[in-house]
């Protein structure tokens, strides 16, 4: 797997997969009019290559989440600050959750993209500190774990949970089946 996220690697356990974990170095920024679906499936394309380049008779499986509102790119918080404009934005609104995923092999490269609609309760500025208080939003796309503390601000999703947590796992088997990989 071509990723160090543990959140990533908690999925794939989930499936009886067994993979060791990988974390490539790639330049993660996004390019000029690049849109959230274009920049989570190159990155995990990129990902998959990378990893894939030192390991060629593996199977690769690389995937980049980001989340998307009114048309700008949602990463990770890099301050307290950003995480507090990030839920500010996000607060009261749908966003939507994009994971780009690659199942790469020597004979093949196949990938795709997920996106999945969130809801958003209204955040007051105590939620907000106290979720900050509780370090889970380092780290995360949108500064938020669906998966965990974060589950009491999302009345509803459309689309798939674990693509929000990370990986879609549906989308991922279907990858691998595509490789042969998977029965």
């Known amino acids: 797997m071509a990723s160090s996220s543990p959140r990533r690697q908690e999925l794939l356990k ?18 000029y009019n690049e849109t959230v679906e274009a ?11 990378t990893i894939l380049q030192q390991f060629p008779q593996s199977i690769i499986i690389a995937a980049d989440t980001s989340l998307s509102i009114d048309g700008k790119i949602i990463g990770k918080p890099e301050s307290k600050q950003h995480a507090f404009d990030i839920w500010s934005t996000l607060s009261g609104r749908r966003h939507d959750v994009f994971s780009g995923i690659c199942v790469a092999a020597s004979n093949a490269i196949h990938s795709c993209v997920v996106k999945t609609s969130v809801e958003f309760q209204t955040l007051s500025m ?15 796309a949108g500064a938020y774990a669906i998966q965990g503390i974060a ?3 999302i009345p509803r999703i ?14 991922t088997i279907q990858l691998l089946k595509r490789v042969k990989a998977f029965n």
């Open 14 to 31: 989930q499936l009886g997969l067994e993979f060791e974990s990988y974390a490539p170095e790639i330049d993660e920024s996004v390019q």
């Open 39 to 49: 920049y989570v499936e190159r990155l995990a394309r990129e990902k998959a290559n």
């Open 158 to 171: 459309e689309g798939s949970y674990t693509n929000v947590v990370g990986l879609p796992l549906f989308e």
């Open 126 to 140: 105590a939620d907000m500190e106290l979720y900050w208080a509780t370090g889970e939003p380092l780290g995360k």
């Open 151 to 153: 589950a009491q601000f």
